[in-house]
């Protein structure tokens, strides 16, 4: 392995210098934290992709069976141990994996309209990795060799992949013009009235006792200018929406810009940590009005008893691959306050069996709970025929997986993915037998807000394609 320390801790800046290289990958702690936003990564050029899409996959190239067990020999077959006093990534996977990836797990229903097409799953294998420590103030190039043979030849091609890393850093970032964000027209699937039935529909199924929680949201899809610059919306964006866990992939046909303020899942060794997130409030510019929105939201019921339902539900899934009597709840229902909002946020944490990894905790646990409902399966299958849409990305997962059997991955919300020329993001909240339709759709617009003003958009008054929930049959 061949480690260099670089002379700036400046990640954007960084990420230009890598432009037009492929599979450009930015795990960004645009909002750092000591805990949850402590580390940055930036990656190019894998040695190769894991694509998983039109229900096949191909590693390299070449085609493979089954997804996560051929990223899990690539990673063994590149196994190194962690070194200390260096970022916790230091070479694996790292990309998304999209919300339908699911169907791949369980049998679910299709949804009938998929906008984008975007892959179930994108993940290259990097071989070396610009790792930022923002508490310490330093930055490393980290050069694995992978995947060539432990010794001698290992040990050469990290050298020369090393070199060829740190040209590529050095050199002038691309100029740049400054230009205001182009004024998009986004529409919806939902105009107000059918997002409210949708709400009021999806309450009758939790009277009905099909569930007890399902995640709703509506989409938002504009077409995209000649000339838009994906990385400028970007920079808006985690400027707009600074967050822990966000991210920026070129991934040439595929663009996903992210600033999610949630964590799906970290590993480090055998500990296992998930952060749902479940109950939203807006923020005000007045103090006074801002101090008096968190307090309700945490003394709210309503967003409680989600919150609730949904730790209930990743206790289940991390049972699933965690020793018995490891999974704990340390925080339940805490106050996070982010740019535009304030949430509630559990922690749940477990210790995963001896002999299990992280490709063992994605299949009992995605997508994460805290974007489907309780119960799971039941959840997804409402949320496909009331949303009609596929996710994509949103609510789907980006993150990392290392050569150490680490992880770290983000629930991917607050979310747009830039393809065939067009943008598309989404929007939602979990609905229960004491949501409010109303307030459950002003919730969304709450939440899309940052987005909206990243790309300088605006949605428009209509749907295109609404329709009334009350002429789609009754109760099933």
């Known amino acids: 392995m061949q480690v260099h320390e670089l002379p700036t801790i400046d990640m954007p800046a960084l990420a230009e210098r890598l432009a037009g290289l492929p599979h450009l990958v930015f795990l960004d702690s645009a909002m750092p934290h000591a805990a949850l936003g402590r580390y940055s990564y930036l990656a190019a050029d894998p040695y190769a992709v894991l694509d998983a899409r039109d229900g096949g996959a191909t590693l390299g190239g070449e085609p493979v069976a089954d997804a996560l067990v051929a990223l899990d020999r690539a990673l063994d077959a590149a196994r190194a141990q962690r070194q200390p006093d260096l970022p916790p990534f230091q070479g694996g996977a790292a990309g998304f994996v999209s919300y339908e990836f699911g169907r791949r797990l369980e049998r679910l229903p299709a949804p009938e309209v998929d906008d984008l097409g975007v892959p179930d799953l994108v993940l290259p294998l990097y071989d070396w990795v610009v790792a930022c420590d923002h508490a310490r103030g330093k930055a490393w190039l980290i050069s694995t060799g992978a995947p060539a043979p432990e010794g001698a030849e290992r040990e050469a091609r990290a050298r ?68 838009f610059d994906p990385w400028a919306f970007y920079r808006r964006l985690r400027t707009r929406n600074a967050a822990p866990f966000a991210a920026y992939l070129d991934f040439g046909d595929v663009v996903v810009a992210s600033s999610s303020p949630e964590r799906f899942v970290r590993v480090e060794g055998d500990q296992v940590e998930a952060r749902p997130i479940k109950g939203t ?40 691959v965690c020793r018995p009597g490891t999974v704990e709840v ?16 559990s922690v749940v944490t477990g210790r995963l069996r001896e002999g299990l990894g992280v490709v063992d905790l994605l299949r009992a646990s995605f997508p994460g709970g805290s974007i489907t409902g309780a119960p799971k399966l039941r959840a997804m299958e409402i949320i496909t025929e009331i949303e009609r849409h596929a996710r994509g990305v949103y609510c789907g997962s980006i993150g990392w997986i290392g050569f150490t059997g680490d992880a770290d991955f983000n629930i991917a919300i607050r979310t747009a993915t830039l393809a065939r020329g067009k943008a598309l993001f989404q929007a939602g909240g979990g609905i229960t037998a004491l949501s409010d339709p109303a307030a459950e759709y002003d919730e969304t617009l709450t939440k899309a807000r940052a987005v909206f003003d990243a790309f300088g958009g605006r949605l428009a008054e209509q749907a295109e394609d609404a329709r009334p929930f009350a002429a789609a049959g009754g109760l099933r």
């Open 330 to 345: 340390p925080t339940l229902c805490g106050l996070e306050t982010y740019a535009s909002v304030h949430h509630l946020v």
């Open 281 to 320: 409030a807006k923020r005000w510019t007045d103090p006074i009005a801002d101090g008096s929105s968190s307090r309700a939201l945490l003394g709210s019921e309503k967003d409680r008893a989600e919150n609730v339902m949904i730790v209930d539900l990743l206790r289940n899934d991390l049972s699933r």
């Open 160 to 227: 020369s992949r090393a070199e060829q890393a740190l040209e590529w850093l050095s050199r002038p970032a691309p100029a740049r013009k400054p230009a205001a964000p182009a004024p998009l027209s986004f529409s919806s699937n939902f105009d107000r009235a059918a997002y409210e039935a949708a709400i009021a529909r999806t309450v009758e199924y939790v009277l009905a006792g099909d569930i007890f929680q399902a995640n709703v949201a509506q989409r938002f899809l504009a077409d995209l200018p000649e000339g």
